[in-house]
């Protein structure tokens, strides 16, 4: 019995050949123990969710039984604290959003998709990979809407830092824009009805909304990130870590 020719298995190993996994290998430094190839891993994971896989008992499992998952690994079999490893210490989140990217883009490449919309997990993707199209459930903690404000108020924060120092014009750096969001007013108001039928021992009102997030790409954080790096490269600000210390402007904005 052997797989496929058009297995997708074999999309991913050629999209694969073309990635950058220096980052992912930089978290890889495990000397003087003996581990699997990181990159092998990815594609298992990587490959188990192409197929809506995400339990990790399930995936080694199939590391065991499927011949898909033999022919990615080799006929290794990782078990449990092999997986959580990688996916909790190595794939950590900049490696992942980094890898996601650069294997949509190659998608697009090799003329597999269009990206004028792309469906993963339940979101849209649009062609500028910077807006997400999403259902809010009423199930999700009210608590998220506070956490968008928070963010927003960070990037006010992040602006004004620039302006009042005149780093925006002495490094070229614009200031930056939180994502915007169509549909959180209605979110919002739902709440704070709930929050009033709740205490009168109302039943809840549906708060399932489409919601559109623009200018939301990892990327583009990540070089929020990296400005206030350069900043504090440029003006020697060194940072300060532990109780009673005064933390620089800059770090607190970082």
Sequence with gaps: MSLPDDDPVYTLKKVMEELDFSG?????????????????MYAVVTYANMRGIRSVDRIVDLCERDLAFIWLTRGQKPKRDAFYDFKNR???????????????RRLQKEGLVTLKELFIDGTKIEANANRYTFVWRGSINYHLAGLLDSIDQLFEKYNSFLQEND??????????????????????EVIEKNRERKLVKHKKLSN????EIDNCSPLE?????????LIADNEGIEFVYGKGKRKPALQQAA
Excluded: H, W
Excluded at 179 to 184: A, D, L, P, S
């Design 24 to 40: 992912l290998l930089a978290n890889c430094s495990d000397k003087g123990r003996t581990g699997y190839n990181p990159i092998m």
């Design 90 to 104: 190595k794939l950590t989140s900049d490696v992942l959003d980094d890898l996601n990217y650069q294997f949509m």
């Design 167 to 188: 780093y925006g014009t002495k490094y070229e750096l614009g200031n930056a824009q939180m994502f915007v969001i169509e549909g959180m007013d209605k979110v919002r």
């Design 208 to 211: 399932n909304r489409i919601i």
């Design 221 to 229: 954080i990540r070089k929020l990130q990296n400005n206030l790096t």
